[in-house]
């Protein structure tokens, strides 16, 4: 069996044999795509023209783990092949349903981990919050209820001619209307905070008023909880302790939840009265 590099590098030689004849003039590229919690290496085939919108990103790691399961290069070919052709085709269809209008009003706020993101963190604009940072993205939304988005990295704030504080503002204004907030109720007394999509959901707890207004319902200081970058739970600070919440978050971390979705193994405490959020 192959190892990773070699495997790679196959996958580049070969892969352009598998393809439509239209797709065998692209020049394939190799490049490490931005993730939260680290980085992941993409193959992309890229045309020599830029009359283009987006190629689909055919992440080397995923097809390796394929590889390593069926232990058929040529079935990986094949595979990679079809995503790639299909990925164009719906990249393609949604390309010409979408508008992207004015890219300032798509502008959206997500939460990542400073400690775990600092080289990601080192080439997109930020803004710190206790242990975490605040990131910015362009969202589109898609025609089937879904949205794609992209990390606004230095070089793309600089063509925009954003600063950061910018891109916070329209953040702040966008991502509540974009992605609104959703509540699930796990019991009387223990929340699930998230968005609509359930997807990048943890910035809700930003969003304006939403702390407030739960911590009035309960008439309580609240503990928030960091289930992942797509959610929070919020529990009032009578149904547990500190130092056992934090045990729970860190074994759902190390036992449920994706490294690459997750926010932090602190616990934080907002208070009522003076509506901070703290670590504790």
Known sequence: ????????????????????????EWEITVSKVPKVNGYMESVNLMPSSEDFVAVPNLYVSELYSFYQDCKDMEQVLEKTADFFVKGMEYVAGMAAKVELGNPQEKVIMALVNSEENKELLAHVPNRSLLDLSIIYRIMVELPDATFNSAIITNDLADKFELSEPDLYDMAKENTPKLMPRAVDFASDDFYILTNKYRTLGAAVMLYEDVLADIADEFDNNLYVLPSSIHEVFIVPDYVKGAEELREIVAEANATVVKKNEILSDKVYFYEKKSGKLSIV
């Open 1 to 24: 069996m192959m190892d990773y590099e070699s495997f790679k590098k196959e996958l580049i030689e070969r892969l352009k044999e598998f393809l439509p004849e239209k797709y065998r």
